[in-house]
Nanobody, 112 residues
Framework: QVQLVESGGGLVQAGGSLRLSCAAS????????LTWYRQAPGKAREWVAR???????YYADSVKDRFTISMTDTGNTGYLQMDSLKPEDTGVYYC??????GGQGTQVTVSS
């Protein structure tokens, strides 16, 4: 079974940038795509972005034009480039692909 591991989170001031990584133990993203979710304290998990096999990307309205999802050609690493961060982007970010075990997430904290 493929395992996913998220990394790259941290503390950043509003307006700053972070790049999250999602490492897979197999080349799963090329076949199954990649989705990023986030969960803020006390709130339900929220869908953030998705990249499908072949490349079309989709974004939640709240992050459109600020976040960019991508993956390597090898299909075993995915990214979420986050620019112009806002305090409301704070939360734990998780990556997901069908058929893979999810990771523990990576904490993103944006200070005002």
């Amino acid at each position: 079974q493929v395992q996913l591991v998220e990394s790259g989170g941290g503390l950043v001031q509003a307006g700053g940038s972070l790049r999250l990584s999602c490492a897979a133990s197999g080349t799963i993203f090329s076949f199954n795509g990649l989705t990023w979710y986030r969960q803020a304290p006390g709130k339900a998990r929220e869908w953030v972005a998705r990249i499908t096999p072949g490349g079309p990307t989709y974004y939640a309205d709240s992050v459109k034009d600020r976040f960019t999802i991508s993956m390597t050609d090898t299909g075993n690493t995915g990214y979420l480039q986050m620019d112009s961060l806002k305090p409301e982007d704070t939360g734990v970010y998780y990556c997901y692909a069908p058929g893979a075990f999810g990771g523990q997430g990576t904490q993103v904290t944006v200070s005002s």
